[in-house]
Structures are given as C-alpha cells and as structure tokens.
C-alpha cells in the first residue's frame, strides 16, 4: 500500500509538538472581567443567575480588581447599579454614583489596571430603555448629550476607556466630541460597533436590573439575521472616532466578528454574554460538560475568529486554568 505523501497526524503526535505548531493562543492578557458595582460598603452578594459573578460595593470592586490583577488579567468593565432611577437616567453621569466611586477606587488602588466603564442609560432610567422616552418612543438625537455626560463623568472619575452599549447613531462622535473638548482625549473608546437584539442577554438584565419596562430593543439594537449592516454600523463607528470594535453577543457571531477583522483595521473584542456563560455553567452543573475544557474551546474559537479581546464572566477561572 502506498503511504500519503503527507500526514497530518505527525503533528498531533505529542504534547509537544501540538504546542509548538499550535495557531491560536488564549491567554489570560487576551481577558476582561466585568463588574457590577451597588450602592453601600462591604457588599458582595453572589449574582443568581451569574454563578462566580458578584453585586459589589465600590470598596469590593477594589478587590475583585485586585485579584484580577493578580491573575494577569489586564481590565476590568464596570457596570452600575443606581441608587436611584428617573425618566432621563441622571444617576448615570452623577459623580457619587457606584460606578464612577468604583472608577476612582480601582485606579486609585491599581494605577496600572485597565478600567473600561460601560456608558449606557438603561440600568439607570424608570422605564429601562438606552435612550430617552418620547411619546413612547426611543428618542436618538435627544439622547445622545445625556450619554455623553455619563462618558465625561467616568473620564472624569479616572476611567482609561468608555465602551457606549446603547446602540444610539452618532454617539460616538458625540462622546469623542465631548471628550476631546473638555481635555480627555486620551481616553479611548470601545464601541458595542455591532451589537444584536438577542436572547443571550437574559442573565445580565437580571444582574443589572435592566429589562425595559415596556416593548424591546429590537428598534435600536441590531437584526440577528443581518451581517452586512453589522459592517455598515461599525463603519460609521470607525469614522466618528471609535478605538476598539465590539461585536457583542459573540457565539452565535463568530462569522461577524471574522467579517469586522477582515475588513477594518482596528482591535476587535467580543463579549462572551451572560447567556452564553449560563449556559454553560447550567450544563457543567448536570455533568453533561466538563466546564474547563469547554469554556476554552469556546473562547479559543473567539480568538480563532479575529478578535483581539474578549469580555467574559469566566475570566477568573480561565487564567487559572491557564497557569495550570
């Protein structure tokens, strides 16, 4: 019998060779961790719905960055629970609001950590919508001066980065705008570039006590079955000024985070959603997976697909699988 001129199983033979011809690396650098920060001190109340994941008052968030940190994890994304809600969300850009405490704990206590604040107004308006409320209607234009002052408000507390999730047009040309005009242009922007109307967001909106009260997002945020409008949408997030390009949810949008890396030449993240990590989680719990192995493969496929980055709920476990 004729041997094939080439096998590819001689470079799956060992450990060691696998390693050296292996094409895609994760790395706990590739990570960032969310946080949801509470009003008050000394909270840290395990998330339900989000197992590992934690409500955390400032002085906690500090410690969870802490070990973060230690773990080689490069940033973390801070996201807020308000004291309190009303109509236009104005706890979103007030100063004592646990995000921007949280903003300046961390930076404070961790000069050299990342600190990504999320910019939106749904977790901080009555009705839990990302833009403001018109005769029953999202308002766009009306909005976007009010989520530019929470993104000058968490500049001003400290953060390194903004990442605006509330799929408004023009906002990042107005935060990019706001920034630059009152002397903060070196903090980047991470924009949610393509983010999707989807079902994988249930377990957030119960951490961040986020659902709308009244009709969906599906008005602003993006039709699951369209991909070439995800490249129109960040194109236009390209152009108004955005640093990094999110592509969120990610693993159902693997094909959509791999069209944004081909075509624009700027860092692409992903956002491993509450969902996707539920899932997982609730699958490991009955054995039916071994919740190593397949969170790696999971996120090594991210990495495979393009991006640069990902945010994800499991990276505390990761980078201790990671060392191991």
Not at 293 to 313: C, F, N, P, S, W
Not at 314 to 322: G, I, Q
Request: net charge negative; glycine share 6%.
């Amino acid at each position: 019998m004729t041997k094939p001129f080439y096998r590819p199983r001689r470079l799956r033979a060992s450990a060691a060779i696998r390693n050296l011809v292996r094409e895609t690396e994760l790395n706990a650098c590739d990570l960032i961790f969310p946080l949801f920060v509470v009003p008050g001190k000394k909270i840290k109340k395990e998330i339900p719905s989000l197992v590992g994941n934690y409500h955390l008052s400032p002085d906690m968030a500090v410690e969870m960055a802490r070990e973060a940190d230690a773990a080689g994890i490069p940033g973390v994304l801070v996201f807020g629970l308000p004291e309190y809600k009303d109509e236009q969300g104005s706890s979103a850009w007030d100063a004592q609001s646990p995000v921007q405490q949280a903003i300046r704990a961390i930076k404070s206590a961790l000069p050299g950590m990342l600190v990504i604040s999320d910019v939106c107004l749904c977790q901080y308006t009555s009705h839990g919508h990302c833009g403001l409320v018109k005769d029953g209607r999202i308002d766009n234009d009306s909005s976007l001066r009010l989520i530019a002052n929470t993104a000058l408000s968490h500049a001003e507390a400290g953060a390194d980065m903004v990442a605006p999730s509330d799929m408004m047009d023009g906002r990042i040309r107005m935060i990019r705008e706001t920034l630059d005009g009152r002397g903060f242009a070196e903090v980047s922007i991470m924009s949610y570039a393509a983010k999707y109307a989807s079902a994988f967001y249930g377990p957030f909106r119960d951490a961040a006590n986020s659902a709308p009260q009244f009709g969906d997002r599906r008005t602003y945020q993006m039709d699951p079955a369209n991909s070439r409008e995800a490249l129109r949408e960040v194109a236009l997030d390209v152009e108004e000024g955005a640093d990094i390009l999110m592509v969120k949810p990610a693993l159902a949008y693997l094909d959509i985070i791999r069209k944004v890396k081909d075509n624009f030449d700027l860092p692409v993240c992903a956002y491993n959603v509450s969902g996707e990590f539920a899932m997982v989680k609730a699958a490991a719990a009955q054995g039916l997976v071994d919740e190593e192995r397949i969170v790696l493969e999971i996120l090594t496929g991210m990495k495979r697909a393009g991006t640069d980055m990902i945010i994800t709920y499991h990276a505390l476990d990761v980078a201790r699988w990671l060392r191991q």
